[in-house]
């Protein structure tokens, strides 16, 4: 059997699918104008009309205000593998995505929000937080090691069944007995699930609450997110964006560098990311749920020295200390090529980076696939971008940049806020 591309339906009126927000300020207000605000639009548009994604939905923020916020396409019922099993629904700005690894920035604000708080310490072995974890040469891995995918056991190979993740405790036993792929602490390898039931379980054991509930607590409150959560409640999962598996179907040798990572296929990671079982347990490294405006109000939160609005969420020490760098494009041995990365976060660079053109200073993370969060102090925004298609062999990627290059492009510098 011939193998075929998968595709989503794109109606010829995108109009008819696309949603404004009604917080959208004047661009002027914001050192733009509504050319600016037209032509991201008309990139955003060109993604959608890509058609490898069932739905797409931008926040951005500028100046601590929310310039443009819109969505285009269904958040459930167009997707190639839920048409008549899901009613066809228009996405908004208030639909809730899952932000898969772009919650790992979420998972570092809180390690450091509580390093700060002299609830923990960065640089403790894990094994003083949970004495089981420091077998087979691991007593001496630390809490940064593994927020700086360092801490060599970057996967637990072919544990990938959804019921695991419900099951902390069974995962924390076999994080115990793993032993280390890598030397621990010195070499880079992304830790795609791995990393965050070890920090979860470490914010339990300090704060005696879930990571969950300091989330909701101490950050999303605060900055009154719509979302914001490890997870959703099973009675809202209906209004969430189905995620599906699109384009062609994934060759070899980057097969195998997903599967690697996830410990799962495309196609099987995106069932997980749709099983109740997944979106209702706590998954420190991949299961945050977030509308586009909750993500960009993380990184406003972040650029603004950790107050916003009113609300004095954390210290400006704590968003230094989340910058710091911690390597400088050394090749990730889990992805295959080199990333800028700071403490829990990736990092921008000159002349190209992971958040558009031109942006050295800008910080954040991605998410499966192409899910992004970044806050960029040269031109004062920040950022959520939220997508439910999953592709990786699609064309699609000159799209995708040249929407982060318009945002940066069509978002001017202002002067220095260092």
């Known amino acids: 059997m011939a193998l075929r591309p998968i595709w989503v339906d794109v109606p010829d009126d995108v109009s008819a699918v696309t949603t404004v927000g009604e917080a959208e300020c004047d661009p002027r207000s914001v050192g733009m104008d509504d050319a600016d605000v037209a032509a991201i639009h008309a990139a955003m548009e060109a993604l959608y009309r890509s058609r490898t994604q069932p739905a797409v939905t931008l926040c951005i923020r500028r100046a601590g205000r929310v310039v443009f916020n819109r969505a285009i396409g269904h958040a459930r019922g167009n997707g190639p593998d839920d048409k008549g099993v899901n009613p066809l629904t228009l996405a908004t700005p208030s639909t809730p995505f899952c932000i898969f690894s772009a919650s790992k920035a979420i998972t570092a604000v809180v390690m450091h929000l509580l390093d700060a708080q002299d609830a ?34 970057p996967s637990l190979n072919k544990h990938s069944d959804p019921d695991l993740l419900t099951k902390p405790d069974l995962i924390l036993g076999l994080l115990c007995d793993a032993k280390p792929t890598l030397p621990p602490g010195r070499r880079l390898a992304y830790h795609a699930v791995t990393g965050g039931f070890i920090m979860g379980e470490i914010v339990k054991r300090v704060t005696g609450q879930t990571i969950a509930d300091v989330l909701r607590e101490q950050i999303a409150e605060p900055l009154g997110c719509d979302v914001l959560s490890y997870g959703i409640d099973p009675d809202r999962a209906h209004t969430m964006a189905h995620n599906s598996f699109t384009g062609w179907p994934v060759p070899f040798p980057v097969s195998a560098i997903i599967r690697r990572a996830l410990g799962a296929s495309m196609e099987h990671a995106c069932e997980i990311s749709n099983d109740e079982r997944f979106l209702s347990a706590i998954v420190p490294s991949g299961n945050v749920v977030a509308t586009a405006n909750d993500l960009a109000l993380v990184y406003d939160l972040l650029l603004h020295k950790g107050t916003l609005g009113g609300a004095a969420v954390m210290s400006p020490r704590v968003v230094r200390r989340l910058r710091q760098e911690s390597s400088y494009l050394e090749v990730d041995l889990t992805l295959g090529m080199p990333i800028r990365y700071g403490q829990g976060v990736m990092l921008g660079a000159r002349p190209i980076s992971m958040f558009g053109p031109d942006t050295p200073r800008a910080f ?8 992004a969060g970044w806050a960029d102090p040269d031109r004062d925004i920040a950022v959520g971008l939220l997508t439910s298609g999953k592709p990786i ?26």
């Open 364 to 371: 954040g993370h991605y998410g499966f696939v192409n899910i």
């Open 120 to 153: 923990l310490r960065l640089d403790d072995p894990v094994s003083e937080y949970i004495p089981g974890f420091g077998k087979h040469g691991k007593r001496w891995i630390t809490i940064r090691h593994v927020l700086t995918h360092r801490a060599g056991i």
């Open 393 to 418: 062999v699609a064309g699609h990627f000159l799209d995708f940049y040249r929407l982060l290059t318009t945002i940066s492009r069509r978002c001017p510098k202002v002067p220095s806020r260092r």
